[in-house]
């Protein structure tokens, strides 16, 4: 008798394709990940229509080399997980298609997760959960705190108003002619340039959790147009790190504060954002002088892969969630 669950994972849900097999939702036995970065970078941005076509291209080598990186057959493997949404319908269609083909096909069981519970779960790979658990999840198109009682329970405490943080970063990144995505990018020049413009920290009302974006990107936007005007010369160094010194103080303190005011017994960052440099140094200066955990996972599981969505669907598994074959990609699918 075989106690280890085996889950095989794809996420297909913007512009990376990617298939993983998780064991017992703790540990990778295969990490696939086709990047289309270099396609969409021409662009500025994700094509849509490029997206969902590059999946079907990539999708049955990409499945073939984490089965074949994992050792496993078939029979080993106990069930399909799949990101159904939220994200880009045509490129979110291809994972789920697949993934209901294998389990018609193989006669295993699916499972259909939310993208945001797989960023969650990344962090599962380094460190057991521990309840009530605060996550925050940073990402190109999300920027929520959630909270969670337990395995495979979220309640959305607060959420952007507007822009995520990471589609500000790359908004703000094609103002000063960065190439796609973004982040990074910023990320980099940050480190080289001083917090020399004081850009606003958009605090909501007193006890808000939730976030805005939009108000400090039209500053950036701002600033660059007068300086341009004016003839000034603004240094692209000092641009990014005052854009990102209140982006991480923003995040940070929000977060900070739920933390506390849940009396959560640990904290997680998530979503590609949780790459950036400074905001993981800051949020560990904080959640240390706090003495409260925190887990941000390596950058690898930072950005969108499969192997966190076989992880969040080892759970959704284990509680007894199945879906049919007639699962469907919902791009604006609800976390709860
Ligand atoms: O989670 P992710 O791979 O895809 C979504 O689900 O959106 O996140 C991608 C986002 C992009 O906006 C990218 O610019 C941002 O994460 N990002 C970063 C960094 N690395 C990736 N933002 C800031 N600093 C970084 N180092
Ligand atoms: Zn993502």
């Given at each position: 008798m075989k106690n280890d669950k085996i889950i095989l994972g794809i996420e297909t849900s913007c512009d990376e394709t990617a298939v993983a097999l998780v064991k017992n939702g703790t540990e990778i036995l295969s990490d696939v990940v086709a990047s289309q970065i270099e396609s969409h970078k021409r662009f500025g941005g994700v094509v849509p229509e490029i997206a969902s076509r590059h999946h079907?291209?990539?999708?049955?080598?990409?499945?073939?080399?984490?089965?074949?990186?994992?050792?496993?057959?078939?029979?080993?493997i106990d069930a399909i997980?799949?990101?159904e949404g939220p994200g880009l319908v045509g490129a979110l269609l291809v994972g789920v298609n697949t993934a209901k083909a294998l389990a018609f096909a193989k006669q295993k069981p699916l499972v259909g997760v939310h993208h945001i519970a797989g960023h969650i779960y990344a962090n599962r790979f380094e460190r057991e959960f521990e309840f009530p658990l605060l996550a925050l999840i940073v990402s190109g198109g999300h920027t929520e705190l959630v909270l969670m009682k337990e395995h495979g329970d979220f309640k959305l405490i607060g959420?952007?108003?507007?822009?995520?943080?990471?589609?500000?970063?790359?908004?703000?990144?094609?103002?000063?002619?960065?190439?796609y995505p973004g982040g990074p990018e910023i990320d980099r020049l940050a480190a080289l340039g001083e917090e020399t413009i004081d850009f606003p920290r958009a605090w909501l009302s007193e006890d808000s959790y939730d976030f805005s974006f939009s108000g400090l990107k039209s500053a950036v936007i701002n600033k660059i147009h007068n300086a341009k005007q004016r003839g000034e010369t603004l240094k692209k160094e000092d641009i990014a790190a005052s854009f990102q010194a209140s982006v991480i103080e923003v995040l940070t303190t929000k977060t900070l504060r739920a933390a506390k005011e849940k009396n959560v017994k640990q904290v997680i960052v998530a979503g590609g954002v949780a790459a950036n440099r400074g905001l993981r140094a800051e949020m560990q200066t904080q959640f240390e002088r706090a003495e409260i955990p925190l887990l941000i996972p390596p950058l690898s599981l930072c950005t969108d892969n499969a192997a966190m969505i076989a992880a969040a669907g080892t759970i959704a598994f284990e509680q007894g969630k199945r879906d049919c074959l007639d699962l469907n990609a919902n791009p604006s699918l609800e976390l709860i």
């Amino acid at each position: 008798m075989k106690n280890d669950k085996i889950i095989l994972g794809i996420e297909t849900s913007c512009d990376e394709t990617a298939v993983a097999l998780v064991k017992n939702g703790t540990e990778i036995l295969s990490d696939v990940v086709a990047s289309q970065i270099e396609s969409h970078k021409r662009f500025g941005g994700v094509v849509p229509e490029i997206a969902s076509r590059h999946h079907v291209e990539q999708m049955t080598m990409v499945l073939e080399e984490a089965i074949e990186e994992a050792k496993v057959e078939w029979e080993d493997i106990d069930a399909i997980a799949v990101t159904e949404g939220p994200g880009l319908v045509g490129a979110l269609l291809v994972g789920v298609n697949t993934a209901k083909a294998l389990a018609f096909a193989k006669q295993k069981p699916l499972v259909g997760v939310h993208h945001i519970a797989g960023h969650i779960y990344a962090n599962r790979f380094e460190r057991e959960f521990e309840f009530p658990l605060l996550a925050l999840i940073v990402s190109g198109g999300h920027t929520e705190l959630v909270l969670m009682k337990e395995h495979g329970d979220f309640k959305l405490i607060g959420e952007t108003l507007d822009d995520a943080a990471g589609e500000a970063y790359d908004k703000v990144a094609r103002m000063l002619d960065l190439p796609y995505p973004g982040g990074p990018e910023i990320d980099r020049l940050a480190a080289l340039g001083e917090e020399t413009i004081d850009f606003p920290r958009a605090w909501l009302s007193e006890d808000s959790y939730d976030f805005s974006f939009s108000g400090l990107k039209s500053a950036v936007i701002n600033k660059i147009h007068n300086a341009k005007q004016r003839g000034e010369t603004l240094k692209k160094e000092d641009i990014a790190a005052s854009f990102q010194a209140s982006v991480i103080e923003v995040l940070t303190t929000k977060t900070l504060r739920a933390a506390k005011e849940k009396n959560v017994k640990q904290v997680i960052v998530a979503g590609g954002v949780a790459a950036n440099r400074g905001l993981r140094a800051e949020m560990q200066t904080q959640f240390e002088r706090a003495e409260i955990p925190l887990l941000i996972p390596p950058l690898s599981l930072c950005t969108d892969n499969a192997a966190m969505i076989a992880a969040a669907g080892t759970i959704a598994f284990e509680q007894g969630k199945r879906d049919c074959l007639d699962l469907n990609a919902n791009p604006s699918l609800e976390l709860i």
